[in-house]
DNA sequence: TGCACTTTGGCAACAGCGTTGCGAAAGTGG
DNA sequence: CCACTTTCGCAACGCTGTTGCCAAAGTGCA
């Protein structure tokens, strides 16, 4: 995580304070409209009651946290609830899909209170495309006094950590354009460059705190993001996910890769014969590889071509997790929510992010 | 991490000092006989000089560090080598196969410094076996002044948290029974229960810090250990690293756990018909699907099976990795070194981890 | 041989973190 | 109305890494 975790890094006391802070961020976000009293955030840190409040007056004098009414007594004084103040910061997400783009401005919440979506051709050129993210992200921080940053999430393979494009799939012109450094100076904002799938998953995992799942995406491709213990896992080179490409049958078909018998292909084809039961069983499978070689606990599916079937396709997928749990609980299976909007949530929700201890995979 | 890390737990200053001190034994520990000056640490962990030699002061005090001789002049005053004592703690790994028993005593350092090897038939029941771990953990605890703990690893699945068996593979008569919790009553020491893929990749961790691979284990059966990050990655039920059981040939042949076309069957066929390349490029395929999906950096083989042919199962899989690598560097293959001993060792550092700060994954 | 300079690393004072001790505030219940 | 419970802030405290400073221990040139 940011300030102290997982890191081969030294602490110190500022590090050590940052930490508490947004662990507590992060709790009162979790505890949303309902709210959450010191007492409870004293437990669920395992900090003293003190160090919250004092954790918690910080952030009051910030104007981060408010006091939102009390509970009811349980024979003394009452605890007084806390909540996040979520028009305190603001965040813009940006997603870049092959043909339109698609912008919301969401708060510390996470709730999206702007949005612009317009059509957008990826093979437009680079300056053309800067330039309309540039104005729909203006458009909508203009209504906010100030925001945090501009998450973009597009497809195809890039490098997250230097925010370098690779080879956006048809369209070789992206080939090593550094996004985020352009976009950056741009706009005057800190920006951050990820990958489709990516993002979704980490929209997704803000829900489910600490939890381990897959999305699998399968719209024109087929992606995958993976959430581990909570974090995006986007492996050394950002390459992680790499799902469509796994070889589930030898010698199978040839896919657009130049493999033989990939999930993407195999699964594609199905859809386009219009079989939608085998490209289920077929996704299926490589979701049970996935599942039974991380142990994750959730299976999410997204994108396009799940939504034109949903109902199939979970079908499909649990039954195969199903069969191969032999006898013990299935790993369950569900239609990812957010919908159209959950890239761009998520491509936003990675400004957030930083602020509530949820560093980088 | 075990005090700071990885966690959403609060921190305190016990917690950040034992963070800030676990930090600095594992970068004694890496730097080995070579040993690692103050200002070195001080760049590493990116604590003040100030703060590490309080911290190695209190190492040098209880004994853990001390100092061995000192660098050549630059033109001041000779950096003053420190380095780990590695008598100061020990522990014994316990490699429990099918057949055999295999006990080693490791210092601090990880070298091991005693040996026991007899023969143990895993179905002679959970009093026998325990009663022979507990004899030889306890012949080898005679030499020395104060042991850290045991660690068990042994072939199956198994609750790593809680230290229960499941299904030992074979062995029916083993499920469910609390190895960890029998063994610690009967010597007085903690003890830790884990797969013998797992702690055989806990052992070859220690080695590479930070780095993310695949231990994948030929022998009777195919499994893997995952390493991400630098920690094990066992998931939420410590079912991960079912390697053995990804699906790559749909409608394939059977297999023993139901399903078909396994990577185990498929890969453990060809080897039985003498057809060492195909069930080498079986074993790539597989090794292609996982560093695709997790973008590690480095794929070690090991297993009985694999050391009868080593060349051959490193060049098959090396070959197909190429192949998919598509032009980039594809991603390394290699024997995992540390031989018979490796799971013994890596089951040894189960205990020596927490000390480093290397905690659970 | 001596002196200027560089580099290491310990001593002491310090700021800031969560913790502890304690008491005021704000309820319930007889 | 009073005893009791529970919440929560103030003040003092212990301990962390940090900073300022200086002694120690070398090199290199005159």
Known sequence: MGGVNRTNVGANLPALRSHNTALVLDLLRTAGGDGISRLELAERTGLTPQAVSKITGRLREEGLAAEAGRRASTGGKPRTVLRLVPEAGHAIGVHLDRDELRAVLVDLDGTVVGERCLPMDLGAGAEAVVEGVARAAEGLAESVASVLGVGVALPGPLDHVRGVLHRVTGFPEWDGFPLRDALAARLGLPVVVDKDTNAAALGLAVADEGASFAYLHLGTGLGAGLVIGGAVHRGARTGAGEFGHQVVQLDGPVCGCGNRGCIEALCLGAVRRG????????????????????????????????????EEFVGGVRAVLRERARGEEPVPVRIAPGGVRGVAEGAAQSLLAPLFGRAEG
Do not use: Q
């Open 275 to 310: 079989d939608v039961a085998e490209a289920a069983r077929v996704l299926g499978v490589g979701a049970a590889n996935l599942v039974g070689l991380l142990d994750i606990d959730l299976v999410l599916l997204g994108g396009r071509t799940v939504a034109s079937a949903p």
